[in-house]
């Protein structure tokens, strides 16, 4: 049983681990953009219960037989918007809430998976409680699928390095939302080295995140 779960462990890990910031320490290592946004506008706090970030981690070939996926909560965020449009946001991430989605059928499994997930072994949630996005420019797409290219600085276990996302962003009245691209991060760039047994399979280190937020406008 603890070879099964082991195996099962090391895709969600690399998906969850980009996600992974520290709360209490300082970044050990930094290659941040610049900000350029501001605080300049409507301030708008991010509603929890409504926003989440979508991993996926695969072994040797991206395929539904060799994948998991999970969500991840958010604990804060906010976002400012000016003459109508995103002008800045932060999301942080809360760790903690790591689960498993494709094995919800299998609580025994997933909270197994879970726990170890988040123990010294991978995570190290209890030092690296939280994951954090901030936008640091935000600029308008007029061609393909997404309307908004966000830069912003991902921070991971202390390692915070840009990264682009192409998004949907929607200002409507007291109401912002932003959907990202399916975003492929390479872990090792965050720390994330550890690789699993010849026998269980080659991990890739290309993980796959989903940003999807909402954010109501402070009253």
């Not at 926003?51 to 060799?66: A, I, M």
């Not at 290309?206 to 402070?218: C, F, H, M, S």
Request: charge should be neutral; include cysteine; hydrophobic fraction near 35%.
């Amino acid at each position: 049983m603890r070879k099964k779960l082991f195996s099962l462990a090391i895709p969600a890990l690399f998906i969850a681990a980009v996600m992974v910031s520290c709360k209490k320490d300082k970044p050990l290592t930094s290659e941040s953009n610049e900000v350029t946004t501001t605080k300049d506008g409507s301030q708008y706090t991010l509603d929890t219960l409504n926003s989440k970030v979508e991993w996926k981690g695969y072994k040797v070939f991206k395929s539904e037989n060799t994948s998991h996926f999970g969500t991840i909560k958010f604990e804060s965020g906010d976002v400012t918007v000016k003459d109508g449009k995103l002008e800045s946001g932060k999301f942080v991430a809360d760790m903690n809430s790591l689960t498993s989605v494709d094995l919800k059928d299998s609580p025994e499994d997933m909270g197994k998976l879970n726990g170890h997930l988040k123990s010294g072994d991978f995570f190290e949630v209890e030092k690296f409680p939280t994951a954090s996005y901030e936008i640091t420019k935000v600029t308008p797409a007029t061609e393909g699928d997404y309307n908004t290219l966000l830069d912003g600085n991902l921070t991971i276990k202390g390692i915070t390095k840009p990264v682009q996302f192409k998004a949907n962003v929607s200002v409507k009245e007291g109401e912002v939302s932003v959907a990202t691209e399916p975003k492929d991060i390479k872990r090792e760039e965050f720390g994330v080295k550890f690789q699993a047994p010849a026998e269980n399979g080659v991990i890739k280190d290309e993980v796959t995140l989903q940003i999807n937020v909402k954010a109501l406008e402070k009253k």
